[in-house]
C-alpha cells in the first residue's frame, strides 16, 4: 500500500475551483442530484471519508469526480471556474473512470467513491492526507500486517 500511494502521491490529481452560478448551495445534493444530467460524478477524498463515516482527520474541502472533460462538468452541473477561496467544491477529472466510478456507493443521494479509493484521493493531500490514508488502510481495512 505504502508503494501505492507513493505512486499516487507522485501523480497529484489536479483539482479545480468552482461554484454554483445560482449562488452558494446548501450541499452537495443541490449541485449534484441531477437525473438527467450525461456527466458521471462521485464525492471523493476527505469528504468522502466523512460520508462514509471513516474520517479521522478534519475534512478541507469538498472534491468531486467527474467524468469526462472540466468543461462538460461545467455546463451539466451549471458550474463555473473561481478562485480557491470563493470555491463551493473542487472538480477532479477521472484519470481511472473504472477504478472510480465501478464501486461507487451512495451516501445521503449522492454517488461516492469506496473506501480504497478514498485513501489513494487523501493521500496526496498535504494536510494530514496520508494519516488519514494509513488509518483507513489499517484500521478500517485492516490490513497493517499486510
Known amino acids: ?5 507513493h ?19 446548501r450541499n452537495l445534493q443541490e449541485i449534484f442530484c441531477r437525473q438527467d444530467t450525461p456527466v458521471d460524478c462521485a464525492v471523493c477524498a476527505f469528504e468522502a471519508c466523512r460520508m462514509l463515516g471513516v474520517l479521522h482527520s478534519s475534512a478541507l474541502r469538498a472534491e468531486v469526480y467527474t467524468d469526462g472533460d472540466l468543461k462538460s462538468a461545467l455546463g451539466a452541473f451549471d458550474l463555473e471556474p473561481c478562485d480557491e477561496r470563493d470555491a463551493h467544491v473542487f472538480l477532479r477529472t477521472a484519470q481511472f473512470r473504472h477504478s472510480i466510478f465501478r ?3 451512495l451516501r445521503d443521494k449522492l454517488p461516492v467513491v469506496d473506501v480504497l479509493q478514498a485513501a489513494l484521493d487523501v493521500c496526496d493531500q498535504p494536510s494530514r492526507g496520508i494519516e488519514q490514508a494509513n488509518y483507513i488502510v489499517d484500521s478500517v481495512l485492516g490490513w497493517e500486517d499486510e
Open 7 to 25: 505512486n499516487e502521491r507522485a501523480r497529484h490529481a489536479e483539482s479545480f475551483p468552482v461554484r454554483s452560478i445560482f449562488g452558494q448551495p
Open 103 to 105: 464501486a461507487r456507493l
Open 1 to 5: 500500500m505504502q508503494t501505492w500511494f
